[in-house]
């Protein structure tokens, strides 16, 4: 298994940026494509990003392409979301999460490993 820990979330003013980090602990983090969720009060969890193992591939969900980045540093076992032009809409807990099964997923059911999550408020 794989143990994931978020950070970097807080408050930021709309149209500002923030960096949220997941770290994780196994010596095989390079072989779990990872993915960013989201979910905000009285709303399903939804994917915000994924990446594959070797950070060149990429997915978005249509709602942050273009003002969100995944990426991930495999000789530092992190994955990484850079948020960009934020909105108060993106204000959710963003959760990390591994998966071996696939290259790349987009799904929840296809993730195996979670963070406890990280609190991002965009304030209007």
């Known amino acids: 298994q794989v143990q994931l820990v978020e950070s970097g979330g807080g408050l930021v003013q709309a149209g500002g940026s923030m960096r949220l980090s997941c770290a994780a602990s196994?010596?095989?983090?390079?072989?779990?494509?990872m993915g960013w969720f989201r979910q905000a009060p009285g709303q399903e969890r939804e994917i915000v990003a994924a990446?594959?193992?070797?950070?060149?591939?990429?997915y978005y969900a249509d709602s942050v392409k273009g003002r969100f980045t995944i990426s991930r540093d495999n000789a530092k076992n992190t994955v990484y979301l850079q948020m960009n032009s934020l909105k108060p809409e993106d204000t959710a807990v963003y959760y990390c999460?591994?998966?071996?099964?696939?290259?790349?997923?987009?799904?929840?059911?296809?993730?195996?490993?979670w963070g406890q999550g990280t609190q991002v408020t965009v304030s209007s």
């Open positions: 999460a591994a998966q071996a099964r696939f290259a790349i997923a987009t799904r929840i059911r296809d993730y195996d490993y």
């Open positions: 196994g010596r095989t983090f390079s072989s779990y494509a």
């Open positions: 990446i594959n193992r070797s950070g060149g591939s990429t």
